[in-house]
């Protein structure tokens, strides 16, 4: 299974989905194609695997693997499979296949090898993802999943504008560490949208809180992830990362404050924890990597199971605001034991995964003497517990009890993914040596050392009396947050305006007097006696009606003709690419 790179089961097994009119072989694809992955990747794949192919005489590396490709592999197939087990319940077959994509394309930008095909599963990883926005069923789902596909479509042009640079300045197609050039800050610029770094966060917490509640933990996996790895391969040790990453750990904790509504605070907090990923890789050690590493591969499974139970309370409900919630938790005791184990985890506590993976980053950063980066880290974690933690599930779950809500029976299926993934949080944090020996460098850190469980436990302890102290005034208020995605959503009925609508009647008018030529040209060469004497009839009728009417006159080609129009754009894009490979 190793000579083939592990996309292609999964966008085999979308396609299969997507054909599929039976819905309980449809679902079982749905989980085995991951867990397929999983088996390739523990026994059929090796560090120094590769598999390359020849393109345009262009040598292109479709799969290669190497520790810190197989660690984020891992955790990317196990994501999938929970993923397919809680959206079990689900009979929409394109939800189905565009999450199987979804997760695929991610798998395929974690083995590429060159950067021509890490843009291609980039710009796919992007499409897919969007319509499990769009899917999402909500008012503001098909506003959001636009917004989305808009920024990241800006985020994968500025990516493969980076890339072209890059050939076009000598730099080899290989996925290796760029330097700091135009090149380099142009694709570090991608990188950082599907990062969300701060400023260019917007989108996550605009639109993942849309997405179905299947679809929303699909999201949470793949996407801030896949860039916390093209960072961690291609910009190790560029140290704007490093207040970049502190950045986004306190600002996704500060606006967790103001949300109201629950999917969207578990939003902000993955902008915060990913900011931990992004720390990590500037100090670009060998022991800040591994903690990227390790604290990618613990958050993708805890925020995987937060948002699982937060789903499992829309779901149940039908209501998604802290004010619209609370007073429920004896009507799914399961669903909030299951949800508060992600909680702990993520608030680092001891024997959860955020207890052994949050703590290497910290420690590398502890190692390079960046003090004022280790307490700004600290206080994130401690804003993480109090809002993930204590915030959410009381404001949620606890509280008067009431009787206006409406609890429906949560999917069985539901809770066996929410079951399996707190076996996994809780089985990482008691033996974290699991996790440490799949990191890409050998690890000497010890996290249950006396001081680091001390000072955790009384940190989370005045943490939680504090909110105990306070919780009546740090209840949701039903207010919209503003964000920087006012930015854009603003300016864009004056972008139609003035950008959109000119360049829509350009293209238009192109397109009409291109398709013209094109139909009198083709009489002319069959017929030239007919040909002329059309055209004299086209000049006479536009003398009579005017250019637009002759216009409208000529008609629309035969579909050759726009075949070979879609021909000729290819041959001129070829051309050029060969000349920059040159």
Same mark, same amino acid.
């Given at each position: 299974?190793?000579?083939?790179?592990?996309?292609?089961?999964?966008?085999?097994?979308?396609?299969?989905?997507?054909?599929?009119?039976?819905?309980?072989?449809?679902?079982?694809?749905?989980?085995?194609?991951?867990?397929?992955?999983?088996?390739?990747?523990?026994?059929?794949?090796?560090?120094?695997?590769?598999?390359?192919?020849?393109?345009?005489?262009?040598?292109?590396?479709?799969?290669?693997?190497?520790?810190?490709?197989?660690?984020?592999?891992?955790?990317?197939?196990?994501?999938? @499979?929970?993923?397919?087990?809680?959206?079990?319940?689900?009979?929409?077959?394109?939800?189905?296949?565009?999450?199987?994509?979804?997760?695929?394309?991610?798998?395929?930008?974690?083995?590429?090898?060159?950067?021509?095909?890490?843009?291609?599963?980039?710009? &796919?990883?992007?499409?897919?993802?969007?319509?499990?926005?769009?899917?999402?069923?909500?008012?503001?789902?098909?506003?959001?999943?636009?917004?989305?596909?808009?920024?990241?479509?800006?985020?994968?042009?500025? &990516?493969?504008?980076?890339?072209?640079?890059?050939?076009?300045?000598?730099?080899?197609?290989?996925?290796?560490?760029?330097?700091?050039?135009? !090149?380099?800050?142009?694709?570090?610029?991608?990188? @950082?949208?599907?990062?969300?770094?701060?400023?260019?966060?917007?989108?996550?917490?605009?639109?993942?809180?849309?997405?179905?509640?299947?679809?929303?933990?699909?999201?949470?996996?793949?996407?801030?992830?896949?860039?916390?790895?093209?960072?961690?391969?291609?910009?190790?040790?560029?140290?704007?990362?490093?207040?970049?990453?502190?950045?986004?750990?306190?600002?996704?904790?500060?606006?967790?404050?103001?949300?109201?509504?629950?999917?969207?605070?578990?939003?902000?907090?993955?902008?915060?924890?990913?900011?931990?990923?992004?720390?990590?890789?500037?100090?670009?050690?060998?022991?800040?990597?591994?903690? !990227?590493?390790?604290?990618?591969?613990?958050?993708?499974?805890?925020?995987?199971?937060?948002?699982?139970?937060?789903? @499992?309370?829309?779901?149940?409900?039908?209501?998604?605001?802290?004010? @619209?919630?609370?007073?429920?938790?004896?009507?799914?005791?399961?669903?909030?034991?299951?949800?508060?184990?992600?909680?702990?985890?993520?608030?680092?506590?001891?024997?959860?995964?955020?207890?052994?993976?949050?703590?290497?980053?910290?420690?590398?950063?502890?190692?390079?003497? &960046?003090?004022?980066?280790?307490?700004?880290?600290?206080?994130?974690?401690?804003?993480?517990?109090?809002?993930?933690?204590?915030?959410?599930?009381?404001?949620?779950?606890?509280?008067?009890?009431?009787?206006?809500?409406?609890?429906?029976?949560?999917?069985?299926?539901?809770?066996?993914?929410?079951?399996? !993934?707190?076996?996994?949080?809780?089985?990482?944090?008691?033996?974290?040596?699991?996790?440490?020996?799949?990191?890409?460098?050998?690890?000497?850190?010890?996290?249950?050392?006396?001081?680091?469980?001390?000072?955790?436990?009384?940190?989370?302890?005045?943490?939680?009396?504090?909110?105990?102290?306070?919780?009546?005034?740090?209840?949701?208020?039903?207010?919209?947050?503003?964000?920087?995605?006012?930015?854009?959503?603003?300016?864009?009925?004056?972008?139609?305006?003035?950008?959109?609508?000119?360049?829509?009647?350009?293209?238009?008018?192109?397109?009409?007097?291109?398709?013209?030529?094109?139909?009198?040209?083709?009489?002319?060469?069959?017929?030239?006696?007919?040909?002329?004497?059309?055209?004299?009839?086209?000049?006479?009728?536009?003398?009579?009606?005017?250019?637009?009417?002759?216009?409208?006159?000529?008609?629309?080609?035969?579909?050759?003709?726009?075949?070979?129009?879609?021909? &000729?754009?290819?041959?001129?894009?070829?051309?050029?690419?060969?000349?920059?490979?040159?």
């Amino acid at each position: 299974m190793a000579s083939f790179p592990p996309v292609v089961i999964m966008v085999v097994a979308a396609l299969l989905v997507s054909l599929i009119p039976v819905s309980i072989v449809r679902k079982v694809i749905a989980v085995g194609a991951p867990l397929l992955v999983l088996a390739q990747l523990i026994w059929g794949l090796e560090a120094g695997d590769s598999w390359k192919l020849t393109w345009l005489t262009m040598e292109l590396e479709p799969l290669r693997a190497d520790a810190l490709s197989i660690v984020f592999g891992y955790v990317f197939a196990i994501a999938a @499979a929970l993923g397919g087990i809680y959206a079990w319940h689900l009979g929409d077959r394109f939800q189905q296949a565009a999450a199987l994509g979804y997760a695929g394309t991610s798998l395929g930008v974690v083995f590429a090898g060159d950067l021509l095909t890490l843009v291609l599963f980039w710009e &796919l990883m992007a499409l897919t993802s969007a319509y499990l926005i769009w899917a999402g069923g909500f008012p503001g789902s098909r506003d959001a999943g636009t917004r989305y596909l808009f920024v990241h479509m800006v985020g994968g042009s500025t &990516l493969l504008a980076g890339v072209l640079w890059h050939l076009g300045t000598g730099g080899s197609l290989d996925f290796t560490l760029f330097e700091g050039s135009i !090149a380099g800050w142009l694709v570090l610029g991608g990188f @950082a949208i599907n990062a969300a770094v701060v400023p260019l966060h917007a989108w996550l917490s605009d639109a993942y809180p849309e997405a179905g509640v299947a679809g929303s933990v699909f999201l949470s996996a793949f996407t801030t992830k896949t860039a916390v790895y093209v960072l961690a391969r291609g910009f190790a040790g560029w140290e704007i990362l490093i207040f970049l990453g502190v950045i986004m750990a306190l600002y996704g904790v500060v606006f967790a404050v103001l949300e109201n509504d629950i999917r969207r605070l578990l939003a902000y907090h993955i902008i915060s924890q990913v900011g931990y990923m992004v720390a990590g890789v500037g100090i670009g050690t060998e022991i800040a990597i591994n903690g !990227a590493a390790a604290h990618a591969f613990a958050h993708v499974l805890y925020k995987g199971l937060l948002f699982m139970g937060a789903g @499992a309370a829309i779901y149940a409900t039908g209501r998604r605001t802290l004010t @619209a919630l609370g007073g429920i938790a004896h009507r799914m005791p399961t669903v909030v034991v299951l949800y508060m184990v992600g909680a702990f985890a993520i608030s680092a506590f001891p024997l959860f995964s955020g207890f052994v993976s949050k703590s290497l980053v910290i420690y590398g950063a502890e190692k390079e003497h &960046l003090y004022w980066a280790v307490a700004l880290l600290y206080l994130a974690s401690v804003g993480t517990f109090l809002h993930t933690g204590l915030k959410l599930p009381y404001f949620t779950w606890f509280g008067p009890r009431r009787d206006d809500i409406q609890v429906g029976r949560v999917p069985r299926t539901m809770i066996v993914a929410m079951f399996l !993934a707190a076996v996994l949080c809780i089985g990482i944090g008691i033996f974290p040596v699991v996790l440490y020996n799949l990191l890409p460098y050998k690890n000497t850190y010890e996290p249950y050392t006396a001081d680091h469980v001390v000072r955790t436990l009384q940190m989370l302890g005045f943490t939680a009396v504090g909110f105990w102290l306070l919780r009546g005034r740090l209840g949701g208020e039903a207010t919209i947050t503003i964000d920087t995605d006012w930015l854009y959503r603003k300016a864009g009925r004056l972008v139609g305006i003035l950008v959109q609508t000119p360049l829509e009647a350009t293209f238009t008018c192109f397109e009409v007097l291109v398709n013209g030529i094109a139909r009198r040209l083709s009489v002319l060469a069959n017929t030239p006696a007919a040909g002329w004497s059309g055209l004299l009839r086209l000049t006479s009728y536009a003398q009579r009606n005017g250019a637009e009417a002759a216009l409208s006159f000529l008609g629309r080609p035969p579909v050759g003709f726009a075949l070979a129009a879609v021909l &000729l754009t290819f041959a001129v894009v070829i051309l050029v690419a060969q000349a920059l490979v040159r």
